[in-house]
T-cell receptor, first 117, second 110 residues
Framework: DVKVTQSSRYLVKRTGEKVFLECVQD?????MFWYRQDPGLGLRLIYF???????EKGDIPEGYSVSREKKERFSLILESASTNQTSMYLC????????????????FGPGTRLTVL | SQQGEEDPQALSIQEGENATMNCSYK?????LQWYRQNSGRGLVHLIL?????REKHSGRLRVTLDTSKKSSSLLITASRAADTASYFC??????????FGKGNQVVVIP
């Protein structure tokens, strides 16, 4: 059973703390993504990665950074958490179309609901 | 960035009825996908339709794509209480990314 796992389902942090959200996939996917989901705004892409040590900014990268040291793991970092980063964070992975696969269906983790006080 | 937009935003139906939701997008796509999200969980892929396809079926799901109107519809037939969820369309513009819509909440009343 293929899986994307996220380190925490719920997380409460204080303003100014450094926060790490971890995501691991066991499908040998090249692509990994971090989204945040807020009511009325849908999913917004924060960062994504096509390969190890490679990262690309999404639509709302400000206040976030990422790390991809191993293919299966993609970490989202909030350097100094703020209350406006309270949100649901979703990680996803997909195979690269460059491997001859035409579909880029994304597989999602269960999400981390982060509250910053 | 371009995003799919679902319409209607919220739908409440009786069990056994059909549920239809629409999605529009802005530029040419490789494919369009629909996802379901149960309350507070991650998204699950439902169905993908390629740009050269007009209709696709999967179980009780039927998806249509009209590239001339840049729109898609998702039909869930004979709805069940377990279909209560949010449904998202996502467009693939060919760069390994997907652009998600804001979601469509469907409530099926037993």
């Amino acid at each position: 059973d293929v899986k994307v796992t996220q380190s925490s389902r719920y997380l409460v942090k204080r303003t100014g703390e450094k926060v790490f959200l971890e995501c691991v996939q066991d499908m040998d996917h090249e692509n990994m993504f971090w989204y945040r989901q807020d009511p009325g705004l849908g999913l917004r892409l924060i960062y994504f990665s096509y390969d190890v040590k490679m990262k690309e900014k999404g639509d709302i990268p400000e206040g976030y950074s990422v790390s991809r040291e191993k293919k299966e793991r993609f970490s989202l970092i909030l350097e100094s958490a703020s209350t406006n980063q309270t949100s649901m964070y979703l990680c996803a992975s997909s195979p690269s179309s460059g491997r001859g696969r035409k579909r880029n269906e994304q597989f999602f983790g269960p999400g981390t609901r982060l509250t910053v006080l | 960035s371009q995003q799919g937009e679902e319409d209607p935003q919220a739908l409440s139906i009786q069990e056994g009825e059909n549920a239809t939701m629409n999605c529009s997008y802005k530029t040419s796509i490789n494919n369009l996908q629909w996802y379901r999200q149960n309350s507070g969980r991650g998204l699950v892929h439902l169905i993908l339709i390629r740009s050269n396809e007009r209709e696709k079926h999967s179980g009780r799901l039927r998806v249509t794509l009209d590239t001339s109107k840049k729109s898609s519809s998702l039909l869930i037939t004979a709805s069940r209480a377990a279909d209560t969820a949010s449904y998202f369309c996502a467009t693939d513009y060919g760069n390994n990314r997907l652009a998600f819509g804001k979601g469509n909440q469907v409530v099926v009343i037993p």
